[in-house]
């Protein structure tokens, strides 16, 4: 009997909510100005660098806030010039943190984000349906914090991160006309972070922050298989459910950030922001299921999907001008480089070199802030080539996000 590919795009899905499609969207201050991170106004702070809340001029401060995000991707097959797209509903990440100074060298904080969670949608019967139909992505950040003011320029924090994933994934079993859904709701894993935050200078505000890897272990998945056909179930050891059990790690990357921000006048300042992203950890995935034949010869129930991705960068610019002290404008830029090369590209997590532009208006009102912030996105279209999975023909993307924060700084 041949066996059934069920390969580990499911594995590279999940990933995707860690960098390989990534949209940074932990802040609507921080978006508008292409998501710089040596800000040190609100608890905003505290996803980019704990260190971060010690410079926070309020003694407490709330903020909260939430995003709409948009993307659609095109394949054309270049042989056929077949073409299909994505219908991919809108995404809605929220966030919250809240920091607290009980005492002048000492606070603490906490941050909740889902800055991951997408859904990708291809046509039921496109080229690609046995890669992928729909994947859905949720992930959950909560981040308990602490910071050290060491001297008046300089601060010390470190984050314990805990982190929940679900996943639900379609696609094409074509051998039998059949589909395989695979869902993971309880997928959990640990981390932390730690970074300086340094004000030599009344100007100068400089953000060092890392965030370590985290293996997200899926240790109840259920693979669910439907065939037109009954007969077909037990020649994969399956029952009439169609049902199995897998298992997974899930390895997030790890992520270096430097970040600076000059006040050229009182009211005009400027930010820069420099990230690197560990992507050459992720050699490969694997699949461990309990029954069905989805691997190789000498173990049939594990399939290892080999992926060699790359370490990459993002370029960050953003600006912000004070026209008054309660209005505040701002602008950015930035460009996101791809963990993977045209001949690794996969469908489930489609990842381009993006540039992007961004911008948002703050208000304040004694106590109270609210800020708005939308950006654009100009993937560069990518030539596909990918020989493991047979996939050939032209990429293209679109997206754009809106954002709406509040904040609370009581005192």
């Known amino acids: 009997m041949k066996k059934i590919l069920v390969s580990t795009a499911l594995l590279a899905g999940v990933l995707s909510y860690a960098g390989g499609f990534r949209v940074s969207l932990q802040g609507v201050k921080q978006l508008a100005m292409a998501h710089t991170s040596a800000h040190a106004e609100d608890a905003s702070v505290t996803f980019f660098n704990p260190a971060g809340m010690s410079f926070i001029p309020s003694k407490l401060s709330v903020v909260a806030g939430g995003f709409g995000a948009s993307n659609k991707v095109t394949f054309q097959n270049t042989n056929t010039l077949q073409s299909s797209q994505t219908?991919?509903?809108?995404?809605?990440?929220?966030?919250a943190a809240i920091a607290y100074r009980p005492i002048d060298k000492?606070?603490?904080?906490?941050?909740?984000?889902?800055p991951f969670g997408s859904t990708i949608e291809w046509p039921s019967d496109w080229e690609g349906k046995e890669m992928v139909q729909k994947l859905e992505l949720k992930s959950f950040y909560f981040q308990p914090m602490v910071s050290v003011k060491m001297a008046d320029w300089l601060s010390f924090g470190a984050s314990y991160i805990y982190v929940k994933g679900q996943v639900n994934w379609d696609r094409g079993v074509t051998q039998f006309g059949g589909q395989v859904n695979l869902k993971d709701e309880k997928a959990s894993g640990h981390g932390y972070g730690f970074g300086f935050y340094f004000r030599p200078d009344p100007k100068l505000d400089v953000s060092v922050a890392y965030r370590s890897p985290v293996d997200v272990k899926a240790k109840k998945g259920v693979a669910t298989f439907q065939f037109p056909k009954a007969s077909i179930y037990p020649l994969l050891g399956l029952d009439g459910t169609g049902k199995d059990n897998f298992t997974a790690t899930l390895p997030l990357v790890?992520?270096?950030?430097?970040g600076l921000t000059y006040k050229i006048t009182p009211k005009w300042l400027v930010s820069a922001d420099f990230n690197y992203h560990g992507w050459s950890r992720y050699t490969q995935l694997t699949l461990d299921f309990e029954k069905a034949p989805v691997g190789n010869q000498a173990d049939p129930t594990v399939s290892v999907s080999p992926k060699n991705f790359r370490n990459s960068k993002t370029f960050r610019l953003g600006t912000q001008y004070a026209f008054t002290n309660m209005i505040y404008g701002r602008l950015g830029a930035y460009y996101d480089e791809s963990p993977y090369s045209d001949d690794r590209f996969i469908p489930e997590t489609p990842s381009f070199n993006t540039y992007v532009v961004t911008g948002g208006v703050g208000f304040k009102l004694k106590q109270f802030g609210v800020d708005v912030a939308g950006g654009y996105a100009m993937p560069q279209a990518r030539d596909v080539k990918n020989s493991t999975l047979g996939f050939y023909g032209q990429a293209k993307a679109t997206a754009f996000y809106l954002g709406l924060g509040l904040s609370y700084n009581p005192f």
């Open 87 to 95: 219908d991919n509903p809108m995404g809605t990440p929220l966030y």
């Open 106 to 114: 000492l606070s603490v904080g906490f941050s909740f984000s889902t």
């Open 254 to 258: 790890e992520e270096y950030t430097v």
